[in-house]
């Protein structure tokens, strides 16, 4: 079955320090690629999103590219600062049917100290 | 504004009472989902909804029941049988399968303590 692997975390980074955080999939077909975003104590956001291959989402100065050939989405952000603390989810789905669950990686906590 | 409202916040039940939590949406999105989060699995998908009137089993539905008699509200019951309640429950909707992609909305939350 389809699944996301979420690079193991915690992670804490300095303010304007640089941020990668990795995502493969494995998917039978081609799916679209989510990251969402979890400040404490709340619901998820969508914070970017990619619909097919070589496709950059972006958004808030994060960055992901889906790459087809190394089935990857990784994140990116060139400055962290400190309100980018939160967890955050990989994702794919499907748009058809009875496909169009999300699948979620675990997360990953990302702590910003000033 | 749009969005999806989950209520309440924080509930703490007894061990052994069912528990029904609120899920309201004013998106006007056909399909709504459950899912529970628990520190370090991530979020896991209990039922869903792709229209009124019809929901589906997730990957941990066993002790959980829903309904979807309003396109706008899906509220899950946390029975008696769920030997591990305490966790925190989200609820996403989605435009369903008219859309291009599956984008998913979530609502703030609600953190289920047993006692």
């Known amino acids: 079955g389809d699944s996301v692997t979420q690079m193991e975390g915690p992670v804490t980074l300095s303010e304007e320090a640089f941020l990668t955080i990795n995502c493969t999939y494995t998917?039978?077909?081609?799916?679209?690629l989510f990251w969402y975003v979890q400040y404490p104590g709340e619901g998820l956001q969508l914070l970017l999103k990619a619909t097919k291959a070589d496709d950059k989402g972006s958004n808030k100065g994060f960055e992901a590219t889906y790459r087809k050939e190394t089935t990857s989405f990784h994140l990116e952000k060139g400055s962290v600062q400190v309100s980018d603390s939160a967890v955050y989810f990989c994702a794919l789905s499907y748009y058809t049917g009875a496909n169009s669950k999300l699948t979620f990686g675990k997360g990953i906590t990302l702590s910003v100290r000033p | 504004d749009g969005g999806i409202t989950q209520s309440p916040k924080y509930l703490f039940r007894k061990e052994g009472q069912n528990v029904t939590l609120s899920c309201e949406q004013n998106?006007?999105?056909?399909?709504m989902y459950w899912y529970r989060q628990d520190p370090g699995q991530g979020l896991r998908l209990i039922y869903y909804s792709q229209i009124v009137n019809d929901f589906q089993k997730g990957d941990i539905a066993e002790g959980y029941s829903v309904s979807r008699e309003k396109k706008e509200s899906f509220p899950l019951t946390v029975t008696s049988a769920q030997k591990n309640p305490t966790a925190f429950y989200l609820c996403?909707?989605?435009?369903?399968?008219?859309?291009?992609?599956?984008?998913?909305?979530f609502g703030p939350g609600t953190r289920l303590t047993v006692l």
């Open positions: 998917a039978t077909g081609y799916p679209s």
């Open positions: 996403a909707s989605s435009i369903g399968e008219a859309a291009e992609y599956n984008e998913q909305f």
């Open positions: 998106l006007n999105h056909d399909a």
